[in-house]
């Protein structure tokens, strides 16, 4: 079993739409960090959050600690929110282990 | 990505070319680390580094070498290429091994054909 388990794999969705995405992790860890990567691009920060939820525009993650699971929303979704989106928390040993990410596509 | 410079952004290398990949950053991190991208496998950890003259393997560190004699800079080798690393190459730093924020460069897009 993955020590990060994002889910679904792939979503499409219509323009407008409300969308989330999971993150589920075995791992303790003190923070959790959502990415975002647009085809053929580099690798931005979205959040990072250690508890309750955070907004920025029209994004808002939310992470349950006791349950070691984390989501990203997005609402009023638009066709440039098409991307993979990654979340990673810190292993034992302090690396980063990452998800296999979540490829959206917003259709117009 | 300000902050963290990786070059190339795209190589092609015949089987058995070498070349290095460069990643430098200026914002004074401790830890580096190099990781590639294969489609369906997420981000794989190959090497890092928590200072200078440190470094250790990650999770696929065979058929590359890093080296940390400065700060600022953390080069990965590829001393014979093998089509099997063909794959999209991520520098990444973060503030120390406890912090979870990290820092991506652009990424390098390698062929080996």
Known sequence: ?????????????????????????SVGISALHWLQQHPGGGIVSLFMLSSGKKKHGRLIAT?????????????????RDSAVYICAVLGSQGNLIFGKGTKLSVKP | NAGVTQTPKFQVLKTGQSMTLQCAQDMNHEYMSWYRQDPGMGLRLIHYSVGAG???QGEVPNGYNVSRSTTEDFPLRLLSAAPSQTSVYFCAIKGSLSN??????QGTRLTVV
């Open chain 1, 1 to 25: 079993k993955n020590e990060v388990e994002q889910s679904p794999q792939n979503l499409t969705a219509q323009e407008g739409e409300f969308i989330t995405i999971n993150c589920s992790y």
């Open chain 1, 63 to 79: 992470i349950n600690i006791q349950e070691k699971h984390s989501s990203l929303h997005i609402t009023a979704s638009h066709p």
């Open chain 2, 54 to 56: 440190i470094t250790d």
């Open chain 2, 100 to 105: 979870t924020e990290a820092f991506f460069g």
